[in-house]
């Protein structure tokens, strides 16, 4: 079995489409599928399509040993409705930091959460996409304490931002959770809402170069609107 046919039984396996495998390492779909469709035995993805799939690096590549990653266990996050009850997964931001969009089916879950779908979409959240991550940040404090659990909406990953919300955010490779808004010239602010830390501000052609949006952060302790 070559790489392209290895390739397309992970992603079935993982029940994905190739677009959403392609949106997941910021890649093309017509790439995936020309990999799938050809002889080969490597690519210039590997590494973040075995990331994205959750699929053993070496297994991908040569074939040789199990196709699960051995990194760490898996639980199923498929999303199910039980009496208006959503089944939220756990992520760790360590899983969050590797990741270029969040889809139930790319991200490794560690446990699993409850909530009502009619609170979720009172704050305008979509259920199918919200994740929980603890922020074991003091950055939003006193918003958000320290090592409070937070819940994510990964839908509202796209532009344009909505002014002064908070987001789940991947900066640098690091996990992190900011206000954001955008000023008059186009750049970004990173607000804190602890004052110990300083504001950043990002030109809008260098943002997405190391800022990747995850989601917009709806609830914590309190809920927010969207």
């Not at 987001?167 to 206000?179: H, I, S, T, W």
């Not at 602010?189 to 004052?195: E, F, G, K």
Request: glycine share 6%; aromatic share 8%.
């Amino acid at each position: 079995m070559a790489f392209g046919a290895r390739l397309k039984e992970a992603r079935k396996y993982r029940g994905l489409t190739q677009q959403q495998l392609a949106d997941a390492i910021n890649w093309d779909q017509g790439a995936i599928g020309n990999i799938e469709r050809r002889d080969s035995n490597i690519c210039s993805h590997s590494a973040a399509i075995a990331s994205a799939l959750n699929v053993n690096l070496d297994w991908l590549i040569t074939g040789v040993g199990e196709m699960d990653s051995p990194r760490r266990e898996t639980i199923d996050c498929t999303k199910i409705n039980i009496d208006n009850t959503s089944v939220i997964p756990i992520v760790s931001s360590e899983e969050l930091a590797q990741v270029k969009t969040y889809h139930p089916n790319l991200v490794a879950a560690t446990g699993s959460s409850y909530q009502k779908i009619d609170r979720i979409k009172l704050a305008g959240a979509d259920d199918f996409y919200v994740f929980e991550v603890v922020l074991g940040s003091d950055n939003m404090q006193p918003t958000i304490a320290p090592n409070t659990a937070i819940r994510v909406d990964g839908s509202k990953a796209t532009y344009p931002i909505n002014n002064n919300k908070i987001y789940a955010l991947v900066v640098n490779g690091q996990f992190m959770v900011r206000r954001l808004a955008t000023r008059v010239d186009g750049s970004i602010l990173m607000h804190s809402d602890n004052s110990l830390y300083k504001d950043e501000v990002v030109s809008s052609d260098n943002f997405s170069d190391f800022v990747t949006i995850l989601g917009w952060v709806f609830d914590w302790n309190m809920t927010d609107a969207w």
